[in-house]
């Protein structure tokens, strides 16, 4: 572990990181300091001010901004509790920035999660000195100025950067943030700060859109309301919504994020997906493709059974698949890397069950692409890396090659006929088909008995990215059918297992793959671990 060193803060010593930027340090001991500028995984601006402090020097005390020093052994600094140097230079800063702020917060998309809404309430709670006749000098380009009717002209409101991302940009403040995300971490200059001082505006460069695959992005970080996203504009105040910790299901670089719904009707609705902050894996970011896979979890789902092609009921399906179970002679089991850790150890469960007669494959027929450098490995199976936790090897290919050899195919949560419809078709020659689906693909259509399931963001479980991270899934409580159940209680059910609860499936998982032995949820926490690379590492980690 890294040495810790002194610094005194308000009079009160306190251990922190060597050469950690002091804003950090402040906040990591629950010392509560603003910043609009700044952003842990972006390069220091030092624009907004008003994360102030005071630092001693070899004059005294003076002014500094704390997230731009960094921490050093014997710094003695001051806070608005000791300072009211400090107090009042942080609400200064709110004047200044509020001064020529349009009042927009009863319709401001921003408003309930508004840095500026935040940092008023705490730094500033000043009354405004600016008189009416006076009149806001609201910023904005030539191109996007209007005349309201009140006669006061305004900088530019709703203006379409592009296909994702609307700015207002009179709301801005210029923090910067946008842009530097763009240079430094989508390594795509496509935003720049226009003007100077108090007229300075955000734009796009003359007659280019803003469109890159991580650009809204640039709406989380943006601390006010002058960039928003298209997909969410206008739909939720922020304030109904609900929040569980989750992991992208389309990649396997397992990016952490938030599941955003409301409970406000029946059953609910998923309303967002936002980037959730793990310095491991992806930062703050996450890619526009995994943030809108919210509206696939209302659109085309399984919610019942289907046999021999027509509608029923889940436990109708169920029953057939039973029968048709206890019936076969030779059973293929298809296990996937779309689901999670729980699922597939259900499968292995199920096979033993089966008593001989059961035969499991497992692996991706889908492309795989290269890494982005963001926060996308270019696998698009997240959990293919938990397949060979399990020992599951990737022999697809021997199960298309043998398939007249099986007169039962149990596919679990794996669209083989969507992934590759030339060698899902040799499948074809199994007389009974079942699948496990969250929607209704094109495996489910090929399929004699179809059983529904909850989809990735409706289970509690594990997944492990492709850099050997175990990482935790919640269930949002949001169901399209209140019948669906998690892929692993329906294998469960299939072979009479007995499981009560993700965790005994877990248990279960780590009884059957060393690596995973003397692990837990809490264990794994909400950033996950990195998972022992050896069998022989795993026991010594459990001793």
């Given at each position: 572990?890294t040495?810790?060193?002194?610094i005194?803060?308000d009079g009160?010593?306190?251990q922190?990181k060597?050469?950690?930027q002091?804003?950090?340090a402040?906040?990591?001991?629950?010392?509560?300091?603003?910043?609009f500028?700044?952003?842990?995984?972006?390069s220091?601006a030092?624009?907004?001010r008003?994360c102030?402090v005071e630092?001693?020097g070899?004059?005294?005390?003076a002014f500094?901004?704390?997230?731009?020093m960094q921490v050093?052994?014997?710094?003695e600094v001051r806070t608005?509790?000791?300072?009211e140097?400090?107090?009042?230079?942080?609400?200064?800063v709110?004047e200044?920035l509020?001064?020529n702020?349009?009042?927009d917060?009863?319709?401001?998309?921003k408003?309930g999660?508004?840095?500026l809404q935040?940092?008023?309430?705490g730094?500033?709670?000043?009354e405004s000195?600016?008189p009416?006749?006076a009149g806001k000098?609201?910023k904005?380009?030539?191109?996007?100025r209007?005349?309201?009717g009140?006669?006061q002209?305004r900088?530019?409101?709703?203006?379409?950067l592009?296909p994702?991302?609307?700015?207002?940009?009179?709301r801005?403040?210029?923090?910067?943030r946008?842009v530097?995300?763009?240079d430094?971490?989508?390594?795509d200059s496509?935003?720049?700060?226009?003007g100077?001082?108090?007229?300075a505006y955000?734009t796009?460069f003359p007659g280019k859109?803003?469109?890159h695959?991580?650009d809204?992005?640039?709406t989380?970080i943006c601390?006010?309301?002058?960039l928003?996203?298209?997909?969410?504009?206008?739909q939720?105040r922020?304030?109904?919504?609900?929040?569980?910790?989750?992991?992208?299901?389309s990649?396997?670089?397992?990016?952490?994020l938030?599941?955003?719904?409301?409970i406000?009707g029946?059953?609910?609705k998923?309303?967002?997906l936002?980037p959730?902050?793990?310095?491991e894996?992806?930062?703050?970011?996450?890619?526009?493709?995994?943030?809108?896979?919210?509206?696939?979890?209302?659109?085309?789902?399984?919610?019942?059974?289907?046999?021999?092609?027509?509608d029923?009921?889940?436990?109708?399906?169920?029953?057939?698949?039973?029968?048709?179970?206890?019936?076969?002679?030779?059973?293929a089991?298809?296990?996937?890397g779309?689901?999670?850790?729980e699922?597939?150890?259900a499968?292995?469960?199920?096979a033993?069950?089966l008593?001989?007669?059961a035969?499991?494959?497992?692996?991706?027929?889908l492309?795989?692409?290269?890494?982005?450098?963001?926060?996308l490995?270019g696998d698009?199976?997240?959990n293919r890396a938990?397949l060979?936790v399990?020992?599951?090897?990737?022999?697809l290919?021997?199960?298309?090659?043998?398939a007249?050899?099986?007169?039962?195919?149990?596919t679990l949560?794996?669209?083989?006929w969507?992934?590759?419809?030339?060698?899902?078709?040799?499948?074809?020659?199994i007389?009974?088909?079942?699948?496990?689906?969250a929607w209704q693909?094109a495996?489910?259509?090929?399929s004699t008995?179809a059983?529904?399931?909850?989809a990735?963001a409706?289970v509690?479980g594990?997944?492990?990215n492709?850099?050997?991270?175990?990482q935790?899934?919640?269930a949002?409580?949001v169901?399209?059918?209140?019948?669906?159940?998690?892929?692993?209680?329906?294998v469960?059910?299939?072979?009479?297992?007995?499981?009560?609860?993700e965790?005994?499936?877990?248990?279960?998982?780590?009884?059957?793959?060393?690596?995973?032995?003397?692990?837990?949820?809490?264990?794994?926490g909400?950033?996950?671990?990195?998972?022992?690379?050896?069998?022989?590492?795993?026991?010594a980690?459990?001793?």
């Amino acid at each position: 572990m890294t040495d810790l060193i002194t610094i005194t803060v308000d009079g009160r010593a306190l251990q922190v990181k060597p050469k950690q930027q002091l804003i950090e340090a402040l906040r990591a001991n629950g010392i509560d300091t603003p910043a609009f500028c700044y952003h842990p995984d972006l390069s220091v601006a030092g624009n907004c001010r008003i994360c102030m402090v005071e630092v001693k020097g070899p004059r005294g005390f003076a002014f500094g901004i704390s997230c731009h020093m960094q921490v050093a052994p014997g710094m003695e600094v001051r806070t608005p509790a000791t300072s009211e140097n400090v107090r009042l230079a942080r609400k200064g800063v709110m004047e200044f920035l509020l001064v020529n702020h349009p009042l927009d917060c009863p319709i401001c998309d921003k408003a309930g999660e508004c840095t500026l809404q935040e940092h008023y309430m705490g730094q500033g709670r000043h009354e405004s000195r600016l008189p009416d006749e006076a009149g806001k000098q609201y910023k904005g380009g030539a191109d996007h100025r209007f005349v309201d009717g009140k006669g006061q002209e305004r900088g530019g409101k709703a203006i379409d950067l592009g296909p994702t991302v609307v700015l207002d940009q009179e709301r801005c403040i210029a923090c910067s943030r946008c842009v530097r995300f763009m240079d430094e971490v989508a390594k795509d200059s496509q935003l720049e700060l226009a003007g100077r001082g108090d007229h300075a505006y955000i734009t796009t460069f003359p007659g280019k859109p803003l469109d890159h695959a991580y650009d809204l992005n640039t709406t989380d970080i943006c601390p006010v309301g002058a960039l928003t996203g298209e997909h969410f504009r206008f739909q939720q105040r922020v304030w109904n919504l609900k929040s569980v910790e989750s992991i992208d299901p389309s990649d396997a670089f397992g990016a952490n994020l938030t599941i955003e719904y409301n409970i406000n009707g029946e059953g609910g609705k998923v309303w967002r997906l936002m980037p959730r902050r793990n310095p491991e894996v992806n930062k703050s970011w996450i890619a526009n493709r995994s943030r809108l896979l919210y509206r696939d979890l209302a659109v085309n789902r399984l919610t019942d059974g289907r046999v021999a092609g027509k509608d029923t009921t889940l436990a109708d399906a169920l029953a057939a698949a039973k029968t048709a179970l206890a019936g076969a002679k030779r059973i293929a089991l298809v296990a996937s890397g779309h689901q999670t850790i729980e699922d597939n150890a259900a499968l292995l469960a199920l096979a033993d069950a089966l008593a001989g007669k059961a035969e499991i494959f497992s692996g991706s027929w889908l492309p795989v692409g290269k890494p982005d450098g963001i926060a996308l490995s270019g696998d698009p199976v997240a959990n293919r890396a938990g397949l060979k936790v399990l020992g599951l090897a990737d022999n697809l290919d021997a199960l298309a090659q043998r398939a007249k050899e099986f007169d039962v195919l149990l596919t679990l949560g794996h669209d083989l006929w969507g992934a590759d419809a030339a060698k899902a078709g040799a499948l074809t020659s199994i007389p009974t088909r079942i699948v496990l689906s969250a929607w209704q693909d094109a495996t489910v259509r090929a399929s004699t008995i179809a059983i529904g399931i909850r989809a990735w963001a409706e289970v509690r479980g594990t997944l492990v990215n492709w850099k050997d991270r175990i990482q935790l899934t919640q269930a949002v409580p949001v169901l399209p059918s209140p019948e669906l159940e998690p892929a692993w209680r329906v294998v469960s059910d299939l072979g009479g297992l007995g499981w009560t609860g993700e965790t005994a499936a877990f248990a279960a998982a780590a009884k059957r793959a060393p690596r995973l032995a003397g692990l837990t949820y809490r264990a794994i926490g909400p950033e996950g671990l990195i998972l022992p690379a050896t069998v022989a590492a795993a026991a010594a980690g459990g001793a």
